[in-house]
């Protein structure tokens, strides 16, 4: 076996080792089963223990209440965009309100316009979504629109590298949240949304599964004219099987809450061991501000996903270049942004993050 | 690590060990890449080539003309059931035809008449499915309708095991097959169809894949307004990357049809395969028809899921756990038709085939 790298992409993102061991020691024969995980059917009394045992650990570490369905569904975070206003919109509340903080924000807004006038609350597109409403004094107010059927936002941005540290108030008005790229990185307050969803790839599992946690009221008279797959309806009451799940991706998902429930000890945890590991980096750019400048304003910087610009292409192709050498991969920043970003979702070990922040100390040093 | 099992489940369902092996060998680094296939960007070179290598081996093993696209989405056949109707009905073109053959037909009709007033042109309802149109005398004529948009029909009806063995005529109307449970096992003439698609779970790779081969000019011009996901020229626009694929499902085909092309030999050399294997089972019925009753007629017979009943419930239940503890599993019929269903794919081997046989002849004999 070839060695492994140090792997900071944004997603489909690293894994923990031992749930990646695990996987490696079945994939031939689940115990008791005779066959792989892959090979079964869905209806079987192994994966339905599966199916079950992922969904009660979600339920445990969000601390789910028993009025919320938590569904997988195929089709990623962009099937979502257009499930959500085809679910939750209506006659009587044909529009929603949106926060448009990054990149996919801004898709999701896209989609949802098809199927109604949407209104933006609030942008961050003028400062390149550099920062998030109500975070501090830099972002600005925003207040939710009467009679909108929901308000959804985007609880950390991939892209771009801001997260909400705090739950935006849209009193009655059910809020739905794209949490894909922070999920199930820190506790969370279930009872103050309407609908949270997060495809696997960062935190929860490989490409092809997506989690959603809705509340029930909103779902169970939803019109059967819909697609039936794009109802969540038929999802939540055939429990997540209308069809052959992903199965291969639920039981990753299932491990990987095995791990984050035994292994790291619960979200809050989980939570400390991102704050620590993100602070690592970020003190590197607040030591070095005039070498490394971070795009998110320091109060919404991310936990997930850090972002900075050196000062130069040049410089930065060399980063990414000396990084690599040093089996540090897939550190470049999408071209909206330029420059650097390091994700370091949960299964990163703090390893790599310290391996990290030497080598960026060690580049500012010899390159400024 | 435990005793594999002879898995006839009806998908998901068994994989080539070898294809398990090199999965299991890679889990933790691939080759070069220093980190698991889940764990990858799908932007990063490494997947783009396995996903370039995916589309290649499908179009060098089905010899796909350059004027059809082949693309990977998610969703599963139920997702095809409503993407189909969506995108080939129009305002000149409102209805399509269907050949309802057994189960999944059925399903694909009662989705797509949620987009308009589609005609069964024929129906194997009364006899419980186990006959098909134009096959031999058994199934009787029909005709398509004009201006039909499409016909769809299925081409082996897992449930209840009947299989075309031609390729139905409908002229200049563009053919949809729903090709999930024979996909891959025998060679197809592409250019006789609009749209094919196949869930992978059977022949393919793992759930949470679907492969659509489409010709180009069915697609292009098709409405921008509908939910991104569910529009084809989208995917194809993307290469399938329109947002995050599901990059082990992908990986795991490319797998499959890596062993289908250089350990197999083709679907010409496959067809052979499991025609010879079918041939093991239904002889046992032939000769022993006061005792197995098969449900498909003779002519109609499916390669891949042979079914037959049992002279009692109680015989049926004693031959499931006689099987069961010879380590045949996941025969029980689905409760539609009854009895029993092996489900003999691709990845099945001969020996397991084999056992099975021996075990029904002596079944027969202790029994009758």
Not at 174 to 184: E, G
Not at 197 to 218: S, W
Not at 227 to 256: C, E, W
Request: aromatic share 8%.
């Amino acid at each position: 076996m070839s060695e492994r790298v140090y792997n900071f992409s944004a997603g489909p993102a690293v894994m923990p080792i031992t749930v990646l061991e695990k996987i490696q020691e079945h994939m031939l024969c689940l115990p008791g089963v005779g066959a792989s995980i892959m090979e079964i059917s869905h209806r079987s009394e192994a994966f339905k223990e599966i199916l079950a045992s992922a969904q009660s650990n979600l339920r445990s570490l969000l601390a789910i209440p028993d009025d919320y369905e938590v569904l997988f569904i195929q089709g990623g975070s962009r099937l979502q965009f257009s499930m959500i206003p085809m679910n939750l919109l209506s006659p009587e509340q044909p529009s929603a309100d949106y926060l448009i903080t990054g990149a996919w924000g801004k898709h999701s807004l896209n989609e949802a316009n098809k199927h109604g006038d949407m209104k933006t609350v609030w942008s961050g597109q003028d400062t390149n979504f550099d920062r998030l409403p109500s975070s501090g004094d830099s972002g600005g107010k925003w207040r939710p629109t009467p009679n909108a059927a929901y308000l959804h936002y985007t609880s950390n941005e991939t892209i771009q590298g801001v997260q909400f540290k705090d739950v935006p108030d849209t009193g009655d008005t059910p809020l739905v949240c794209d949490m894909s790229s922070d999920f199930l990185h820190r506790p969370v307050d279930v009872s103050k949304y309407g609908l949270i969803y997060a495809c696997a790839q960062k935190n929860a599992g490989p490409a092809g599964v997506t989690v959603v946690i809705v509340r029930k009221d909103l779902i169970a008279d939803v019109s059967e004219d819909l697609p039936g797959y794009l109802r969540y309806q038929n999802h939540a009451a055939a429990d997540s099987m209308m069809n052959t799940p992903p199965t291969f991706g639920i039981y990753v998902l299932k491990l990987i809450t095995d791990w984050l429930q035994e292994d790291i000890g619960g979200l809050a945890k989980m939570h400390e061991l991102n704050g620590a590991q993100a602070k690592l980096l970020y003190d590197v750019l607040d030591a070095n501000s005039e070498f490394y400048e971070g795009h998110a304003q320091p109060e919404c910087r991310s936990l997930m996903n850090v972002t900075f610009r050196l000062p130069s292409k040049e410089l930065t192709q060399k980063f990414l270049a000396e990084a690599a050498s040093k089996e540090l991969k897939s550190l470049a920043g999408h071209r909206s942004v330029g420059g650097i970003r390091a994700s370091i979702y949960n299964a990163m070990p703090t390893s790599g993050v310290e391996c990290l922040r030497d080598f960026m100390e060690d580049f500012c040093k010899q390159n400024s």
